[in-house]
């Protein structure tokens, strides 16, 4: 799609999926009476996506680096 590698696009997903998941695992703590244990899925949601994206990070780091 557009020049852009399948790497990134699939980490795209893998984030979206992430943060859909969360967010109604989130919301079904909150509707059970249960805010902290929704504000733990809520963390373990963003690690998760973070997990995903620093090896992207690190890799567009090392292009620009490469370009300089």
């Given at each position: 799609i557009?020049?852009?590698?399948?790497?990134?696009?699939?980490?795209?997903?893998k984030c979206l999926a992430i943060s859909i998941l969360t967010k109604i695992s989130?919301?079904?703590?909150?509707?059970?009476?249960?805010a902290s244990l929704a504000a733990a899925v809520e963390m373990g949601g963003s690690f998760c996506a973070l997990g995903i994206v620093v090896p992207l990070l690190y890799s567009m780091l090392e292009m620009l680096g490469d370009m300089i």
């Open positions: 557009s020049g852009i590698s399948d790497i990134y696009i699939v980490a795209v997903y989130s919301e079904l703590c909150k509707d059970a009476n249960q």
